[in-house]
């Protein structure tokens, strides 16, 4: 497998500057909007699902029971929130084809 490198909220503001004709800034603070009210709406506990991409899912995980795995001494894990991504299927068909 390639590694490509990361994809930056910088770059994505490039992308909508040079495909759409937005100004570098108009750019910027589209992108740093819409990752705004993605991160409002899971903090909500609301989830997230972009068409065709995927969905961001928050998961609440019970308390459990851990070990350490150097002196193998049990401790509890508190309960937690997880967030999840699950590509969609079309997401997924265009990484295996790409790879």
Do not use: Y
């Not at 150097?70 to 295996?96: C, H, N, W, Y």
């Amino acid at each position: 497998m390639v590694n490509a490198g990361t994809l930056t909220r910088a770059d994505l503001a490039e992308a909508l500057h040079r495909d759409v004709g937005l100004s570098r800034a108009e750019s910027a603070g589209l992108v740093e909007r819409l990752l705004g009210h993605m991160c409002q709406a899971l903090s909500n506990g609301e989830n997230v699902k972009v068409s065709g991409f995927g969905s961001f899912v928050l998961r609440d995980k019970g308390e459990r029971v851990g070990r350490n795995p150097k002196t193998g001494v049990e401790v509890p894990i508190a309960p937690r929130r997880v967030l999840t991504f699950r590509a969609s299927q079309m997401m997924r068909d265009r990484i295996v084809k790409a790879g």
